[in-house]
C-alpha cells in the first residue's frame, strides 16, 4: 500500500516557476514508476511525466519537453516535478500516481489527491 501526497501547487505568472512533491508512505515506494498526471477543467486527465523506479529514466508528453523536469528521492520517498516556464495551458490540477508504470492512467494503481496549479497571462 502507498500513500501519496502532493504538495506545491499555487497560482504563478506566464513564464514563472512551481516546484511539485509527492511524499510517499510505504516501504516499497523505490519499486513503483512514479508518474504525473493532469486535469484541466472540463478535460480528460492527461499525462504529463514519469520516472522510472531507479530515477535513471525519465518520459514527458511532448507539450511539456525542456520546461518540466522530474526526479525523486528514493532516501526521503518523494518525487519533485520542476515547472519552468509555465503558460496558461498548464493550468489543471497535478496529481502524483504510483505503480508499474506507462502513460495511460489506468497503469498506475495508487494516486494522490492532487494540488492546482494556475497560471495566469
Known amino acids: 500500500q502507498v500513500q501519496l501526497v502532493e504538495s506545491g501547487g499555487g497560482l504563478v505568472q506566464a513564464g514563472g516557476s512551481l516546484r511539485l512533491s509527492c511524499a510517499a508512505s510505504g516501504r516499497t515506494f523505490s519499486s513503483y514508476v512514479m508518474g504525473w498526471f493532469r486535469q484541466a477543467p472540463g478535460k480528460e486527465r492527461e499525462f504529463v511525466a514519469a520516472i522510472s523506479w531507479s530515477g535513471g529514466s525519465t518520459y514527458y508528453t511532448d507539450s511539456v519537453k525542456g520546461r518540466l523536469t522530474l526526479s525523486r528521492d528514493n532516501a526521503k520517498n518523494t518525487v519533485y516535478l520542476q515547472m519552468n516556464s509555465l503558460q496558461p495551458e498548464d493550468t489543471a490540477v497535478y496529481y502524483c500516481?504510483?505503480?508499474?508504470?506507462?502513460?495511460?492512467?489506468?497503469?498506475?494503481?495508487?494516486w494522490g489527491q492532487g494540488t492546482q496549479v494556475t497560471v495566469s497571462s
Open positions: 500516481a504510483a505503480g508499474p508504470g506507462g502513460s495511460s492512467d489506468y497503469e498506475y494503481d495508487y
